[in-house]
């Protein structure tokens, strides 16, 4: 059994600009606490789950100091989370069944959520090093760059529905690293996201794709 966690780092609220190109605003926040939950820290394991994060792992250029072109890489292999709960600790282990390589490598997760209580959500991504968070295929978090412990926060408007959730993160030089990343509706306290709290009603069928004719 693996005690609570709590972690207390200060956290930049981030908005992203409404035009490509131009800077996000950064705004300081207090100083936030959050309970880390009480599972194994780590990035994820290669047992095969469809309803949680599934990540891709790929290597990297060492002295990179920001996230890879993933387009441009070959994946190494797969692992899967129900969240991404990595507390920033030494990490020497490597992935297990995959490689043992612990210093620049990536990762690309992504999931799919459900919303069932429409509206404003705040995300907090920490990381070491680089990370981005994107909502919807647009980003809502840019914590990117070679650096130790970082957290940064940023808010969306979600609507009642399906949604796609996709967060990078590289690992640079030995021997630490980081990877959370929390949620907090209106009204709640950060804590970590799980996939399993945001699954779809009993039920719930998706919609057929845009450009298909219901039958
Ligand atoms: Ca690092």
Sequence with gaps: MIAPFLLALPLLLQEQPQKPGQKPEQKKVEEYKFEAGTEEFRFGTTVVASDG??????F??????ALPNFKKLKPVGKIYANSLNVP????????????????????????????????????????DD????????KI??????????????????LKEGLHTIRVQYYQGPRNTVALMLA???????????????FRPPPGWVAPPPKGQKKK
């Design 140 to 157: 809502c978090i840019d914590n990117d760059g070679l650096h130790g412990p970082r957290g940064i926060a940023g808010d969306r408007n």
């Design 53 to 58: 994060f599934e990540g891709t792992v790929y």
């Design 60 to 65: 990297i250029q060492e002295g990179a100091m």
């Design 88 to 127: 920033p600790q030494a990490f020497d282990e490597g992935f297990p069944g995959i490689t043992d390589r612990f210093e620049w490598f990536a990762i690309d997760y992504t999931a799919f959520f459900y919303i069932s209580k429409p509206g404003r959500y705040t995300f907090a991504l920490i990381s």
């Design 183 to 197: 949620v907090a509706a209106k009204g709640e306290e950060l804590h970590i996201f799980r996939c399993k709290d």
């Design 130 to 137: 680089g990370s981005k968070l994107f909502i919807d295929d």
